[in-house]
């Protein structure tokens, strides 16, 4: 499977699942858990969005991994 394929059946699976949920909270007559207004679904939005971009920017693979120490408290460069 590829990554964009990945990509769109999560897009497509937080679709279903939010709508489901809001859908639930109105028929049950509960309070919807998202901001019924159009600033804090934006706040909600901006949030995931940081998230999801540090997430990003903090997993890259480190530049000096090799001189990084192991359990043995070598390093993985030749010895």
Known sequence: MSPQ????L???AGLVLGVAIG???RAC???SP???V????LLVVSMTLGYLAMDRFCTRA?????DCAGPDGGTAGPR
Do not use: E, S, Y
């Open 10 to 12: 999560k897009l497509a």
């Open 23 to 25: 859908a639930t909270c």
């Open 38 to 41: 159009l600033a804090g679904a």
């Open 62 to 66: 480190a530049l000096h991994a090799g």
């Open 5 to 8: 394929l990945k990509r769109r």
């Open 34 to 36: 998202a901001p019924p």
């Open 29 to 31: 007559r509960i309070p």
